[in-house]
């Protein structure tokens, strides 16, 4: 596999990554950060040594060419497969989602339909599920119409109208009808197959087509805009509220650079830019079930708890981080990582961050769940910290893991953390509260602009008192520290276009880190910057560089983490929040408006 062209299905509990042959090669259950039951996607996977196991392939018998496509509006996957001699099949893939008994119905469950539309095609089932990250091989037992691979801590039941012995077997047969497969939890299955399919698949594209009609999206680049909001919502983990960062784990950042990470927690950093970008589309229960989760993390710190910049899915601190040696890793670019040792990093930034994903549920009357009093108190605290901590070093937003600096994006996202209590206390009534945490902004403001900024770059850099670049200062504006106009916000903008861009992508800084040199750009901070030429008035530039990196999502809109800004390949976790929400932001800005055309 030489790039990342994978589909994405989901329900927001759990998530499958499918190939361009419909072979599913990443899926982890019962939910993201679960172990991987198919883990194709971290086994050397070339023409020349294939996977033996870790997938869910749907073979036709002289297969030549696939196309795929989204059912529009939906995370629902359709790919056609046709062979040499012009027998041709139809594999959907989706995760059902959808409204039943008043709650979301979201079960453990894929559903792969299978179909002919051209000659007699021949096909062959091959499901071979592995547990303990690639070092079990599960037990095969089988019922009337029912497979069952059953490992030391999960067993995963395929309910099938196909013929069992011919998937046991993976033997070829001629596909004279269509054909269903429910794979799942170890539940029996009471209904028809193809009837309980076929609900699933109406009442889940109604759901999604329900969800995308009522976004408000851009004039322009709309297809492009609704596929990264689906994107978005399916890495939202609904039962507790959070919002994992990607659905991988080990996709490097670059090739053999060792830059391998666990993404499949929720940091609260970037969880707050996908709420917040999800609000702008008027998606706003997003923000009332991370409010849910943000309560829980607040009480934490409250508790006496540090708090860290990332949690699993149930508010668990621990995520240890080790590196199993059962996989070889992405196109055998190991290491593979389970967990991820930044929970135990000291990051500033996350004080802001929090205050700032729930700020609008203080000012936003449409929110059933809108902050109140109690939120404020709980809120306080983490302010506090926020200014005694402001001028204290961290690992910053890059998660430096040897080197802690007093990185000035940390200390404007404290200066947010006050900013934006100032305006809750405001809006709340507590005039005396709000004139003190003003106080306290204007007075972090000042020793930002005094300490961050550097003579020598003609802009803010990275670290108080350096003179190194950091494309996260692209957000001053974007966070209201600077209003676009002003020559400091400028100057900072044009520094990073001088030091940071490679063609029409850039780069998070160029420093050497722990790793070494980056060699790959950062999506999110493409993007950035694309808003920030935008903002000072270089619109026509932003759009002509916007679209150009457009060229670069994969056949199905979706982005890494990570491009090669010579190859245009992608790298990095998959499919990564970060960049979705860049993109989102970036259409907002540079669409024209509504109004103009209609």
Known sequence: MSTLDLGLIGNCCFGALVDPYAKIVWCCLPRFDGEPVFDALLRVDDEATPADRGFFAIDLAGATHAERHYVPNTPVLVTRITAENGAAIEITDFAPRFNRHDRMFRPTTIVRHVRPVAGLPRIRVRIRPAFGWGAVEPQVTRGSNHIRWVGPSQTVRLTTDAVPSYIIDEAWFLLDGPATFLLGADESLQDSIRDTARVFFDDTVAYWRNWTRSLNIPFEWQAEVIRAAITLKLCTFEETGAVIAAMTTSIPEAPHSQRNWDYRYCWLRDAYFVVHTLNRLSATRTLEHYLRYIQNVVAKGTEGEILQPLYSLTLEDRVEERIVDTLPGYRGMGPVRVGNQAYRQVQHDVFGAIILAVTQSFFDSRLVRKGDEALYRQLTPLGHAAIERFEVPDAGIWELRTRASVHTFSAMMCWAAADRLARIA????????????????????????????????????????????DASLLLMHELGFLKADDPRFVGTVEAIERGLKRGSHVFRYDAPDDFGTPEVAFTVCTFWFIEALAAIGRKDEARRMFEEVLACRNTLGLLSEDVDPVTGELWGNFPQTYSMVGLIKCAMRLSRPWEEVV
């Open 426 to 469: 405001f809006q709340l009534g507590f005039a005396e509260e709000a004139a003190e945490w003003r106080g306290h902004a204007d007075t972090m403001h000042a020793r930002l602009c005094e300490r961050g900024w550097s003579e020598k770059l003609g802009g803010f850099a990275a670290t108080f008192g350096g003179d190194d670049l």
